[in-house]
């Protein structure tokens, strides 16, 4: 992994595990998803138009079919992550939402497109996989009844996380859809699919605007521009690689969860973030 991929990633984390904050703070809810959304297509449609007219993509149904398929992960994704937030606390969804999936994409990486990360690399996914679920903070509250739900959310988040990763990465290596395109074509899909949901709750439309307005500015803002780097990075460099990688923004979430959200247990984390550091060292060089 170059180190301009490796700069992208710990951007994209960074960014990612922010605006997951702000999910989690506001409460989230299928209106409060579906507005943000909104927001990051329109924001984003002048940037994606300029690319169009720019580089000039031929764009055949293969490559619609890729955005449409994104579109549909990508909300499934969204609404299991938010399920997860409104059943359990951000210190056990996001770390094992996050763990999960990369450990599934780089699998499915060496077995459908014949990726083949190096013994150094392998490791260094298992670190990064093994200090998530360290993450988790006391490993009590798995047994708590409330939490039973927030990790079932959790595990099927990380099988879309998988499932995205591979799409994208497809889309934009193999059929060179430019990164900012693939990432807005899912945000419209999701505005698309979600409308209906968002519109037998239209009463909550105003008043979630109203008393979460920054906070679904910063998800318009920051979601899309998260991923968009990631994406980038992904055209140059094997999945396998950057899906374990941007796993690192567990340790940025997970401490906001501990510090801003009050969820504690501080010490195993920092155990937790010396193994995910050596896992980031172990894909850098390998």
């Not at 990380?158 to 499932?163: E, K, L, R, S, Y």
């Not at 247990?265 to 973030?273: C, E, I, L, S």
Request: charged share 10%.
């Amino acid at each position: 992994m170059t180190a301009f991929a490796l700069l992208l990633i710990l951007a994209a984390a960074f960014i990612h595990a922010s605006w997951n904050f702000l999910l989690k703070r506001s409460g989230g809810g299928t209106v409060f998803v579906w507005l943000f959304a909104s927001l990051s297509a329109l924001i984003y449609a002048p940037l994606a138009a300029a690319i169009v007219w720019w580089q000039q993509p031929q764009f055949g149904w293969i490559h619609y079919g890729l955005m449409f398929a994104t579109a549909v992960v990508h909300t499934a994704y969204f609404m299991l992550l938010d399920r997860g937030y409104r059943s359990g606390d951000m210190s056990v969804v996001y770390p094992l939402a996050r763990g999960t999936g990369p450990l599934i994409t780089m699998l499915c990486a060496v077995l459908f497109l014949h990726e083949q990360p190096g013994v150094l690399a392998v490791w260094g996914a298992v670190l990064i996989g093994a200090g998530a679920f360290l993450l988790t903070g006391d490993p009590r509250k798995l047994r708590e009844s409330r939490n039973y739900h927030a990790i079932g959310f959790a595990l099927l988040t990380g099988c879309t996380i998988a499932a995205y990763t591979l799409v994208d990465k497809i889309a934009v290596a193999a059929f060179l859809i430019p990164p900012l395109i693939q990432d807005w074509a899912a945000n419209l899909g999701r505005v698309v699919l979600m409308t209906p949901l968002a519109f037998r709750s239209r009463a909550e439309i105003g008043p979630t605007w109203q008393r979460w307005k920054k906070d679904i500015i910063g998800i318009a803002l920051l979601c899309p521009l998260s991923y968009i780097l990631a994406l980038t990075a992904m055209v140059f460099t094997p999945v396998s690689y950057v899906a374990p990688a941007r796993e690192i923004s567990i340790l940025i979430g997970a401490l906001m969860g501990a510090h801003l959200l009050r969820e504690g247990n501080t010490p195993q984390r920092v155990f937790a973030a010396s193994a995910m550091v050596a896992g980031i060292v172990c894909l850098a060089l390998g």
